[in-house]
């Protein structure tokens, strides 16, 4: 759906995209991370065709975005990070004046209520938008980009400054927009990104420097494996088990965490899931699992790592004490 090719952006000798590739395919809701002044705007400035490009190309839905202007912006929804809403406005008028100014030909009463409905903003219809709340607000922007029924839909920050209630809410919305839009979020919270998110791609001083799947990105990017578990049972005798358990290169003992229950660190074959197995022997042998997790880099530390330039054996190896510590 939105094809982008070695886009690169120049300030005079300030570059702000560097040779960025992409694509993001239809029906995908794919997370956008970058420090500030990372270039995450201005990449998504060009491909609404704010801004233009000095190298490189943005096609959506076949068309390029310079050379069909007109076709490939009636294909795209945008909420900037500050909704463009008009504070003496209600939100009835707003909606039927971007209803006109997006020359928008579905039904207009019938397209703008059900715009309504879906962003849960019809109990504030009749009312001036300078007097709504920040969410109310966030919803009404996120209304204007809908109307229309774009396929593409980019929205940057949508959740800022907004209460957990309201975070939780937007967060619902877009997932389930994610049903029907090709979604491209931008966001510095990445408990967010996760949450809604099936891929992530990271930008830092205007180059590409990470791209993959949500569940995956962390995990490929980690420089080992291991499960940390706590088992209720004799110590000795669950060690043992675990190491002649199959697919185990090595089981270490960090001791008794609490009463009668020891922590243990397992790491299993590359690339082999041996979660089942552990919860077989452990059901087998009648003792309890009281926790699990695993030694994987979450996605603040990729993000870190990725932005920061942190060595990752310093990541990993932090990671690895703190849990031998706790």
Known sequence: MIEVKNLTKRYGANVALDNVSFSVEEGKIMGFLGPNGAGKSTTMNIITGYLSSTEG????????????P????????????LPPLYMDMTVKEYLNFMYDLKKVTLPREQHIMEICRLVKINNVYKRLI????????????IAQALLGNPPVLILDEPTVGLDPKQIIEIRKLIKDLGRNHTVILSSHILSEVQAVCERV???NNGKLVADGATDRLAHDLSADHRLIIRVDG?????????TNLGHVKEVLSYGEKEKGAYEFSVEADMDYDIR???FALLTRKGWP???MRNTDLTLEDVFLQLTSGADPAVVRSKTKKGAEEE
Do not use: C, M
Request: hydrophobic fraction near 40%; avoid cysteine; aromatic fraction near 6%.
């Open 289 to 291: 699992l009281l926790a």
């Open 201 to 203: 791609i990271i930008i």
């Open 130 to 141: 300078g007097n709504l709340s920040k969410g109310y607000k966030q919803r009404v922007g």
């Open 276 to 278: 089942r197995d552990l």
């Open 70 to 81: 007109n076709e490939a912006k009636k294909l795209i929804g945008y909420l900037p990070e």
């Open 234 to 242: 004799p110590e000795n005798e669950v060690l043992h088990a675990l």
């Open 57 to 68: 190309t943005v096609t959506v839905g076949g068309y390029d975005i310079l050379e069909n």
